[in-house]
Nanobody, 123 residues
Framework: QVQLVESGGGLVQPGGSLRLSCAASGSIFSINDMGWYRQAPGTQRELAAAITSRGTTNYADSVKGRFTISRDNVENTVYLQMNNLKPEDTAVYYC?????????????????WGEGIVVTVSS
């Protein structure tokens, strides 16, 4: 089994910063893409930022220039540095990982999700 554990959310004022972390653990051979998705009340889950194992990044237009995604491939951890936060960034943020793991003798790829962490931007 693989677990993703998120941390770093909370309440912050507009213009403030937060740093989210997500650590993957368990029966992991390697991890391809990792990323952060978010879901605001009444909306669908959307990609905020993603990063490949080689460090190529992809951002939603709404967060470009404010959010920075990074990862530690040794620690199987992905980070999201969020600066100049806006009220519209308020959402539940979910960590995602595309994991390669052994199922018996078979190496298979599976998607894993964290439980979600709340980020609230409000004065």
């Amino acid at each position: 089994q693989v677990q993703l554990v998120e941390s770093g959310g909370g309440l912050v004022q507009p213009g403030g910063s937060l740093r989210l972390s997500c650590a993957a653990s368990g029966s992991i051979f390697s991890i391809n893409d990792m990323g952060w998705y978010r879901q605001a009340p009444g909306t669908q889950r959307e990609l905020a930022a993603a990063i490949t194992s080689r460090g190529t990044t992809n951002y939603a237009d709404s967060v470009k220039g404010r959010f920075t995604i990074s990862r530690d491939n040794v620690e199987n951890t992905v980070y999201l540095q969020m600066n100049n936060l806006k009220p519209e960034d308020t959402a539940v943020y979910y960590c995602h990982a595309d994991v390669l793991r052994f199922n018996g003798d078979i190496l298979e790829g599976m998607d894993y999700w964290g439980e979600g962490i709340v980020v609230t931007v409000s004065s």
